[in-house]
Structure formats: C-alpha cells, structure tokens
C-alpha cells in the first residue's frame, strides 16, 4: 500500500450514479473494490451539495464507505470545499477518519465555484475565497499535530504529530499553486485544463518551492469512446462553470480514449510529463452511464493500461 497521494500514484474519481440512495452507496463500494483489484493506488471523492448530479454532500464519509469496503487502497475527500465547514471539525474529522484506518487516508482542499453551495449553508459565496484562505493553513497545521490548545487535547490530532495526514489543494490559478507551495502541499489540478496551462501552473509551483505531487485529472475510455455522453457531460459543464475558469479549458482534450491500452497509457503519460505532473487521477464519469460500463472500464483499465502507465510514471504510488 502506497502513501495517499503519494508521487506516482493513479487513483480513480469514484462518482454516485443517480440511483436510489441506498444503491448510491453500494455501488460506489463495489466500484472502490473493482478498483483495488485492478490495481489503482487510491479513490477520491467529492463535494456539491442540494443533490447536485453526480456528487454528494460529504466527500469524507462517502470516503469513509469506500474504505470499509475494501482493504489496502487509500481514500481521499478530494476536494472538500473548505470554506463550508469550521476548518476545526474538518481537522477532528480527518484525523479520526486517519484513526480508524491507518495509513489510508489523505484529503485535497478547494475553495468552491457553486453559489448554492454557499446559500444552502447560508453563507455568502462572495466571501468564499477569504474563507478559504484563513481556513487553509489552520486545518493543515492542526492535521500535522501543530494544533493549538484545547484543539490540542484531541487524541486522533495528537496522532497526526506522528503520522501527518497527506494534503493536496485544487489549483487552477498560479496564485493557488504558489498558497499551495508555501502551505507545503500538493496540487490537484482542473480536469479540462489544457496542458499548456497545466505546464504554465506546475512551472510556478516548482518555483515557489512546491515539492509534492502535482496531480493531473482526465477523463479516460478503453475502446469506442461513448462520444455523446462526453458531449452532454461538457454542456452540463458550461451551464454553470465561470467563464474565467473555461477560458484555460481545451477543445477536443476532455477525454483521452484509445483502442489499445498501450496507446491509452501512452497518451497519458505524455500528458502528464507536458504537464509538469507527477501523479494522475483518471474519470470514467460521463452524463447518462450505467454503473455496468464503468465496472466493465475498471477492470478493463487494470488488466491493459495500469501496469504500463505505472511504468511511465514511476512506482511511487505502490509504496
């Protein structure tokens, strides 16, 4: 078993499918378990709120069923969008969810991009971004055993003096990786970024002394890929993505598909090295899938494309 986050690391967004709750959850278990068989390091989960398609309100407990279900691969909240909760609950449960499985827990920060978000929380979005910058560096001293007094006294946060938990911030700005650097933590960056972008964000991040991983995200398919499902996700996008932010998105580079699992690791790999990335985390989430194509991709992807792109990527992750 790997370290969360670790450098060379490929780990897997694990997404809800718009099931009846209770199958919400048992899917993404069994997705997490097909997953860990096929060999991916770790899985990630993430944050809307409201029943916003394809997400769920709590990205540490559903992270939390994914490890339960299954019994080396890590889990990481990432991101959870900070600015929503007291950064000193988050710390407690981070490290208590640290507690309970050693080892395997690591967790990625954001800002936030959804007003309702906010609203449903009844704070104001414009102060979003305050918020997260005050927050920030207090959850993650408190989840490297720096707390202060009473924080302090919590027995899972004194752990964390011994084992600190492994941290990422989502980045799509050079201002962000460089908060990122100084804070001493790794970068996770947009999925439809372009690679020039990408490149231009982990060149500042190296620069400001940025020195754990920087995680490129793509969407991938193994075979014929599901084309009007990527163009009905990409819409969906546009509805309610800011213009600042799809200004650095690419046209035609959203998903990486390819026939063999060769090519497919190959064009991963080079994206990730044009990138500046040394780390990935691949998506098979599209609009309108059956959760059977996805566990068919799983274990397609581990059979034909991880062993290869592991290669390319260095053998970090596996620990």
């Not at 910058?133 to 408190?142: D, F």
């Not at 055993?145 to 700005?173: N, T, W």
């Not at 959760?291 to 390319?312: H, T």
Request: with cysteine; net charge negative; charged share 25%.
């Amino acid at each position: 078993m790997g370290r969360p986050l670790a450098a060379g690391s490929v780990s897997l967004r694990v997404y809800p499918h718009p099931l009846a709750a209770p199958h919400v959850v048992r899917e993404m278990q069994e997705q997490a378990r097909i997953a860990e068989a096929a060999g991916f390091d770790g899985v990630m989960t993430s944050e809307h709120h409201g029943g916003f398609p394809g997400y769920l309100p709590n990205p540490l407990l559903a992270a939390g069923w994914l490890l339960e279900a299954t019994e080396r691969l890590w889990a990481a909240p990432c991101p959870l969008l900070l600015p929503l909760r007291h950064w000193s609950h988050v710390a407690e449960d981070l490290a208590w969810t640290a507690a309970r499985f050693p080892g395997r827990v690591g967790a990625g920060f954001a800002c936030g991009g959804l007003a309702r978000d906010f609203e449903l929380a009844e704070l104001p979005f414009e102060e979003h971004l305050d918020r997260f910058k005050e927050a920030l560096p207090r959850v993650v001293r408190a989840v490297r055993g720096g707390a202060d007094a009473p924080l302090a006294e919590d027995a899972a946060l004194q752990a964390c003096r011994q084992a600190p938990l492994p941290l990422s911030s989502a980045a799509q700005s050079p201002a962000a990786v460089r908060r990122a650097a100084k804070l001493g933590l790794g970068v996770l960056y947009d999925s439809l970024q372009t690679v020039e972008r990408t490149r231009q964000l982990s060149a500042a991040y190296v620069e400001a002394g940025g020195e754990e991983t920087r995680i490129a995200i793509r969407r991938v398919w193994l075979g014929e890929a599901p084309r009007s499902h990527e163009r009905e996700q990409m819409d969906f996008y546009r509805g309610y993505a800011r213009r600042e932010t799809q200004k650095h998105w690419g046209a035609g580079e959203e998903l990486i598909a390819a026939v063999t699992g060769a090519e497919l690791a190959e064009r991963l790999a080079e994206f990730c090295h044009a990138g500046g990335c040394n780390g990935l985390n691949l998506r098979l989430h599209l609009t309108g899938l059956e959760p059977q194509q996805i566990r068919d991709q799983l274990e397609a992807l581990g059979e034909d494309v991880l062993p290869a792109l592991r290669r390319e990527l260095g053998s970090e992750g596996r620990g």
